[in-house]
């Protein structure tokens, strides 16, 4: 409003509705009960955004209560970031909204290496709609072309989509596959200090599906 003067100003709303945000906290508590760690953890930051996120935490102690097998604990972001950073073994699943999830999705692959290995979907859990899988750094179009992009991101992807589909197996085959070749250590890409092209590295994990060593 008012662009160009001295009055001008900008506002930007958050919904939060009841049926969202307890649809997603629903979901996290039931992959922690899944996990062996039965942990989750909500980011937050409600003593500074004092309406949505308390809201939010209002909801994630409700649905807490559904779920007593699951250790649960409460971060504002930024001591989360930090907690994240300095003890990274303290934690297992996180939920937040999608402005705090997508602050944590970028941080924990970096912790972990490169943005280059993580995987997301965009999913729907009842199935209705069909759900979308793809790397947390997306296309990554500033080196397009160039041969240097890190697959693992695109290839966890899809081992997640076939879990999502019902094919663990499949999808374990794949993630058995990423995890070796990176523990091998001589196929890697720029982002991990490594010299192999993308082309390199997908081979290297389909050689090793396949059941050859990797190259």
């Known amino acids: 409003m008012y662009e160009g003067t001295d009055q001008e100003m900008v506002i930007q709303?958050?919904?939060?509705?009841?049926?969202?945000?307890?649809?997603?906290?629903r979901f996290a508590f039931e992959l922690a009960k899944m996990r062996?760690?039965?942990?989750?953890?909500?980011?937050?930051?409600?003593?500074?955004?004092?309406?949505?996120?308390?809201?939010?935490d209002q909801m994630f102690r409700h649905v807490a209560l559904e779920y007593p097998?699951?250790?649960?604990?409460?971060?504002?972001?930024?001591?989360?970031?930090?907690?994240?950073?300095?003890?990274p073994e303290r934690f297992d699943v996180l939920v937040g909204s999608n402005l705090l999830g997508d602050i944590l999705s970028d941080l924990t692959p970096a912790l972990a290496g490169s943005l280059g290995i993580a995987p997301s979907g965009n999913l729907n859990p009842e199935g209705e709609f069909p759900s979308m899988f793809e790397p947390v750094h997306g296309s990554a179009p500033d080196?397009?072309?160039?041969?240097?992009?890190?697959?693992?991101?695109?290839?966890?992807?899809?081992?997640?989509?076939?879990?999502?589909?019902?094919?663990p197996q499949a999808a374990k085959a794949i993630e058995d596959a990423i995890e070796v070749v990176l523990r091998d250590g001589k196929t890697r890409t720029p982002d991990l200090n490594g010299s192999a092209s993308t082309q390199e590295v997908g081979h290297a994990v389909m050689e090793y599906i396949l059941g050859a060593k990797p190259r």
């Open 143 to 167: 080196i397009m072309g160039k041969g240097i992009a890190n697959p693992i991101g695109q290839i966890w992807s899809g081992a997640m989509m076939l879990d999502h589909l019902g094919y």
């Open 36 to 56: 062996p760690k039965h942990h989750l953890t909500s980011a937050t930051k409600s003593n500074g955004i004092i309406y949505t996120m308390p809201y939010w």
């Open 69 to 87: 097998e699951v250790q649960t604990d409460e971060y504002h972001i930024d001591g989360l970031v930090a907690a994240l950073v300095l003890h």
């Open 13 to 25: 709303a958050s919904v939060f509705t009841r049926k969202g945000v307890e649809r997603v906290i």
